[in-house]
């Protein structure tokens, strides 16, 4: 072979090997720009104005014996029963939560149990008011009707299904926000979705109200009912 030849040949070799390890390094880098995920939260939250309400309601009653008191207290839940109907609320929204018959001790002072000086009992009901614009009329008459016992109430939605839906898709454009946030930061684009997970929804608790001693008329604010659901989004990233 001619030494021209020859040294061409080299020099081709010697090329090819320096750019090997750059075509390598250059794949490497594209294989871990598109391995890139990133896992970001988002939080939604919508709000509608209830038209429904949960009430707890009940008749405590006390006598010196537990036959008393509880015959005292079947009739005053019979009348409290009655005025429900009456106003227009369905069997299925009534039910009963809890009936409890408890001794009624006067203190000793020998720290031994004291002596049994009569019995109370308890009788509640959980009621849905599905027409919100009655519940103040509905609170009226518990009273009114014998009820001294209304422990918590609860505004709703009969369908919480599209509110949920809103909350969501709140919940799904704030991970992207984020994700954007920081795949800017790194200098890349978020790509598609890998996962997502819902992390949960939150609605308002119950309000309590304790007892009511009088049936002087009760005003309601409904406000509105707000719901929020989260999700644990994962993306993945591209050059």
């Known amino acids: ?109 020998d720290g031994r149990p004291g002596e049994i000086v009569g019995y109370e009992v308890v009788n509640q009901v959980h009621v849905k008011v599905r027409e919100l614009p009655s519940l103040g009329r509905v609170l009226d008459q518990q009273v009114a009707q014998g009820a001294n016992s209304i422990q918590g109430i609860r505004f709703g939605l009969r369908d919480p299904a599209p509110l949920l839906d809103e909350a969501r898709k709140r919940a799904m454009a704030d991970a992207r926000h984020r994700a954007d946030l920081y795949a800017s930061a790194a200098g890349l684009k978020v790509g598609r979705v890998l996962s997502v997970q819902e992390a949960g929804t939150v609605s308002p608790r119950p309000e309590p109200m304790g007892r009511v001693m009088t049936s002087a008329a009760v005003p309601v604010a409904a406000g509105e009912q707000e719901i929020q659901a989260s999700v644990t989004v994962t993306y993945a990233l591209e050059p």
């Open 1 to 109: 072979m001619p030494r021209r030849i020859r040294w061409l040949a080299a020099l081709l070799t010697l090329a090819t090997g320096a750019c090997a390890p750059m075509a390598d390094h250059a794949e490497h880098h594209r294989a871990m720009t598109r391995s890139a995920t990133v896992t970001v939260s988002g939080t939604g939250t919508a709000a509608a104005t209830p038209d429904m309400a949960e009430i707890t309601t009940g008749v405590v009653t006390q006598a010196p014996t537990a036959a008393q008191a509880l015959a005292s207290n079947n009739q005053a839940m019979e009348q409290l029963m009655q005025s429900l109907g009456a106003l227009g609320i369905a069997a299925r929204d009534i039910q009963t939560t809890n009936v409890s018959v408890s001794p009624q001790r006067r203190q000793a002072r």
